[in-house]
């Protein structure tokens, strides 16, 4: 069965920090990868996607993310924090075929907070 | 463009009460997912419905239940409610049933059982 792991609970960076959220997955082939972004009180938000190709992909809001097939990763980074990136983490993996239920496996999340 | 919306935002039930949540699609997207989100989880899919069919179902028991409607909007049933139930429900909209997985997501229902 799929499963995504997010070593990490909770981060604590400073703003202008760079960041590194980790994500592992378990998956029979090479699931399409995504990263979601939620604030309190808000539904998620795609931050970026893996499909295939280039294993460095880009998002909105400045983050990257790097597909690692050999340790089965997708890391999500970001060169400078800003206090408005404090927010829950989800890495989440899918099917790698149109044509099926859009399920999605989310990881447990990583909670960043981001110190003045 | 309108996004997901969901309703209603709150509310509160007693274990074996049933509960009705409903979903508005985005503009233009026919496919149709929920998903219950427990305290310090990920979200984990419940259902998705394509064309008015359910096309896809998680780990969950049949007392949950839904609905889409031809306009596409959606309705989460869940019957028997018990204390495990409490948690977020998140609906997401999808451009077709043969897309990328890439889904926009609603702010949720957020359901207490006492």
């Known amino acids: 069965a799929q499963s995504v792991t997010q070593p990490d609970i909770h981060i604590t960076v400073s703003e202008g920090a760079s960041l590194e959220l980790r994500c592992n997955y378990s998956y029979g082939a090479t699931p399409y990868l995504f990263w979601y972004v939620q604030s309190p009180g808000q539904g998620l938000q795609l931050l970026l996607k893996?499909?295939?190709?280039?294993?460095l992909v880009q998002g909105i809001k400045g983050f990257e993310a790097e597909f690692k097939r050999s340790q089965s990763s997708f890391n999500l980074r970001k060169p400078s924090v800003h206090w408005s990136d404090a927010a829950e983490y989800f890495c989440a993996v899918g099917p790698p075929f149109s044509g099926s239920a859009r399920q999605l496996t989310f990881g447990s999340g990583t909670q960043l907070t981001v110190l003045p | 463009e309108t996004g997901v919306t969901q309703s209603p935002t709150h509310l509160i039930k007693t274990r074996g009460q049933q509960v009705t949540l409903r979903c508005s699609s985005q503009?233009?997207?026919?496919?149709v997912s929920w998903y219950q989100q427990a305290l310090g989880q990920g979200p984990q899919f419940i259902f998705q419905?394509?064309?008015?069919?359910?096309?896809g179902r998680g780990n969950f028991p049949p007392r949950f239940s839904g609905l889409q409607f031809p306009n596409y909007s959606s309705e989460l049933n869940v019957n028997a409610l018990e204390l495990d139930d409490s948690a977020l429900y998140l609906c997401?909209?999808?451009?077709?049933?043969?897309?990328?997985?890439?889904?926009?997501f609603g702010e949720g229902s957020r359901l207490t059982v006492l």
């Open positions: 893996y499909f295939s190709g280039d294993t």
């Open positions: 997401a909209s999808s451009p077709g049933q043969a897309n990328t997985g890439e889904l926009f």
């Open positions: 419905y394509y064309r008015e069919e359910e096309n």
């Open positions: 503009s233009g997207h026919n496919t």
